[in-house]
């Protein structure tokens, strides 16, 4: 199994330009996350999905939008590409959630984007 | 969670020593929270969970201890190795947030030969 993959690895942008990063997982799970991380911090949710076709926002979900068309895509756009939306972008996905699943998030590499 | 910062809280530790990484939570109704790994130019990776009605969980080399009262996590790795170089990251969320995960600023560990 491959678990989580992100593409691209990198990439740069011009402000106002528009990008989509993909995240595929093969392990046919429900839920899946979009995070961001910046120098020196945690990460932070911007969208997650629990299943096909459902989305809803994080913590951070300004100038994103997202599509789960489906089960095993997640994907992440950027409309219009500003310099704050520099970051490390991790995608992750679990099984499920709740006091009666297992919750182990599993993240891919993430993709590093840097916007001039 | 923990304040928001560029320089993260860094432990030096000699290898075989045992290490004790602190986290402080924000919010009193999570009751959940998870311990990560995360190593330079990769993705966090899960080491241990507990929940609230634990105050410790053991699992191989490490405990997490939680403190509900003064809303702390610990995470104590015995005989600390090399391979554990990396920063941790403290996680909080509750069952009926859907996987929200709320990260703390991080710490990172470094493990003298």
């Known amino acids: 199994n491959a678990g989580v993959t992100q593409t691209p690895k990198f990439r740069v942008l011009k402000t106002g330009q528009s990008m989509t990063l993909l995240c595929a997982q093969d392990m046919n799970h429900e839920y899946m996350y979009w995070y961001r991380q910046d120098p020196g911090m945690g990460l932070r949710l911007i969208h997650y999905s629990v299943g096909e076709g459902t989305t809803a926002k994080g913590e951070v979900p300004d100038g994103y939008n997202v599509s789960r068309l489906k089960k095993q895509n997640f994907l992440l756009g950027l409309e219009s590409a500003a310099p704050s939306q520099t970051s490390v972008y991790f995608c992750?996905?679990?099984?499920?959630?709740?006091?009666?699943?297992?919750?182990?998030?599993?993240f891919g590499p993430g993709t590093r984007l840097t916007v001039l | 969670g923990e304040s928001v910062g560029l320089h993260l809280p860094t432990l030096s530790v000699q290898e075989g020593d045992n290490s004790i990484i602190n986290c402080a939570y924000s919010?009193?109704?999570?009751?959940?929270f998870i311990w990560y790994k995360q190593e330079s130019g990769k993705g966090p990776q899960f080491i241990i969970d507990?929940?609230?009605?634990?105050d410790k969980r053991q699992g191989q080399r490490v405990t997490v201890l939680l403190n509900k009262t003064v809303k702390h996590l610990s995470l104590q790795i015995a005989a600390t190795q090399p391979g554990d170089s990396a920063v941790y990251f403290c996680a909080e969320t509750s069952y009926n947030q859907g996987g929200k995960l709320i990260f703390g600023q991080g710490t990172e560990l470094s493990v003298k030969p």
């Open positions: 919010n009193s109704a999570s009751d959940y």
């Open positions: 507990i929940r609230s009605n634990m």
């Open positions: 992750a996905s679990s099984y499920g959630w709740g006091s009666a699943s297992y919750n182990e998030q599993f």
